[in-house]
């Protein structure tokens, strides 16, 4: 079993790296509904963590923290997956807001407005507030669940023992279309994104940062992780 520093046992994988388990369990679980239990989350991050241990290849170049983090994340994903708690209605809407995104964005060629996408939806703007609402959980990691409806495909291949997600991160064309993907999102998402992903802030303190309510900053989230998908399509 390998560390970023060496060879070390299972008891000291797991005293060392339990707390960025626990991280990322609590940093999932506050965007999902109350039924999620972290607990079991934590418990699949583990399992998560010591697969890492077994397949880390120090020659690859990663550092085993970035790996870790990777398995451990994705053993969550796949444990949520298999107690798939969103009903099919509220998938059902998520793609429908995602097919409205692309063709809203498609004919204008440029970012699709809120009051667009409404009227592409066929609903009232408030009732497209409430669609991103709703789907903002199921989404989960947009990062990780650009799946198709029946399979994986994207970066969600990093959530399976099938594949080595070092080597997904470091060279997938997937990534780089991600990368350049996120790039062009509206100022706003893309700071969301970047403070909720990369620096691990939650919802309701980037609201305070943005002045907004924590709850608009969940919708606008969404909306990002809809734009992704949307333009993405071909990875799905």
């Known amino acids: 079993m390998y560390s970023a520093s060496g060879e070390i046992s299972r008891e000291q994988l797991v005293e060392q790296y339990a707390p ?30 010591l697969d890492a241990s077994g397949q880390y290849d120090p020659s690859q170049g990663a550092s085993f923290d970035t790996y870790a983090g990777i398995r451990i994340r994705g053993s969550m994903i796949d444990e949520l997956r298999r107690n798939d708690w969103a009903p099919k209605s509220l998938h059902r809407k998520a793609r429908d807001l995602d097919r409205a995104i692309a063709a809203v964005e ?33 989404r989960m990691l947009s990062l990780d669940d650009m799946t198709t409806e029946d399979g994986e495909s994207g970066e969600a291949r990093f959530a399976s023992s099938d594949a080595l997600p070092q080597e997904a991160l470091l060279d997938g064309e997937f990534r780089e279309h991600l ?20 620096q691990e802030v939650n919802l309701r303190e980037i609201g305070e940062v943005l002045g907004v309510s924590e709850s608009r900053v969940s919708q606008l989230l969404s909306q990002a992780h809809g734009r992704l998908r949307a333009r993405l399509q071909e990875f799905r």
């Open 20 to 49: 960025l388990v626990k991280r990322i369990a609590y940093h999932l679980v506050a965007r999902l509904p109350a039924s999620v239990q972290v607990d079991d989350l934590i418990q699949a991050g583990m399992i998560g963590l």
């Open 106 to 138: 498609a004919r204008s060629g440029r970012d699709a407005e809120d009051a667009e996408v409404a009227r592409e939806l066929g609903v009232e703007l408030e009732e497209y507030y409430q669609i991103l609402q709703e789907t903002s959980s199921s």
């Open 179 to 198: 990368i350049a993907a996120i790039d062009k999102l509206p100022e706003r998402e893309r700071m969301i994104m970047s403070l909720y992903y990369e």
